[in-house]
C-alpha cells in the first residue's frame, strides 16, 4: 500500500513521502496563485480554485484560502467562504449545499499519534462532513472526524470535537448544542 492509499483510508503514513510532497506543493502553488491573483478579476482568480478542488459549482471564496491536497475536498453549490479559510485535507471534506463559513475557519482531518515516537514519522486523518445549509461563524475550528448535520448554526469561536445533529446550533470549546432549530429547508 503506497503512503498516498494510507493517507486516503485514514491509516498512519509519512507525510514527508515524495508523491505526497509533491502533490502538497501543487495545492500550495495553487492556492498562492489564488491568494495574489486580482481580486477585481474574480472569475479568474475562482479558475485557480476549480483546477484544484472537486467542486461542481464553487460558489464563492475569499481570499486567502489553504489547502494540504485540494482534491479531498468536495463542495456544494451556492457555497460562501470568508477570509482566511484553512482546510487540512489529508482525508475526505465534504461540504454540502448552501454552507456560509465565517472568517478564519479551520476544517482539520489531519491529526498525530499520541506516543511521541510514533508522532516523530506518522501522521493520519479522519474525514469531516458538513451538511446542507449550514453556517459556521467566524473562527470556528472543526477537528478530524466530526459530522455537522443539515441546518446547522456553530456559533463563532466554537471548537467542534465531537459530531453535531442536523438542526442544531451550538457554541463554544467544546461546541455544545444549546437549541434546537424548528424550521428546515
Known amino acids: 500500500m503506497t503512503e498516498k492509499q494510507k493517507m486516503l483510508a485514514g491509516q498512519p503514513y509519512k507525510a514527508s ?3 505526497l510532497l509533491a502533490e502538497r506543493m501543487q495545492a500550495k502553488l495553487m492556492c498562492h496563485r489564488f491568494n495574489h491573483a486580482d481580486p477585481t478579476q474574480i472569475e479568474a482568480r475562482m479558475a485557480y480554485l476549480r483546477d484544484l478542488l472537486v467542486i461542481p459549482n464553487c460558489g464563492h471564496i475569499e481570499p486567502n484560502f489553504f489547502c494540504d491536497y485540494g482534491y479531498n475536498i468536495h463542495i456544494g453549490k451556492q457555497f460562501y467562504a ?3 479559510l484553512t482546510i487540512l485535507d489529508v482525508c ?4 454540502g449545499d448552501h454552507v456560509m463559513f465565517g472568517p478564519n475557519v479551520l476544517l482539520s482531518t ?3 499519534p499520541i506516543e511521541p515516537s510514533a508522532r516523530l514519522t506518522t501522521e493520519y486523518g479522519k474525514p ?3 451538511g446542507h445549509h449550514v453556517w459556521l461563524g467566524g473562527n470556528v475550528c472543526v477537528l478530524p472526524g466530526v459530522t455537522i448535520g443539515d441546518n446547522c448554526v456553530i456559533g463563532a469561536g466554537s471548537v467542534v470535537n465531537k459530531d453535531i445533529p442536523a438542526n442544531s446550533v451550538a457554541v463554544g470549546n467544546p461546541c455544545k448544542v444549546i437549541k434546537q432549530i424548528h424550521e428546515t429547508v
Do not use: L, P
Request: zero cysteines; charged letters at 10%; proline letters at 0%.
Open 82 to 84: 470568508n477570509h482566511n
Open 110 to 112: 489531519a491529526t498525530h
Open 92 to 95: 475526505q471534506v465534504t461540504i
Open 128 to 130: 469531516i462532513h458538513i
Open 17 to 19: 513521502d515524495e508523491t
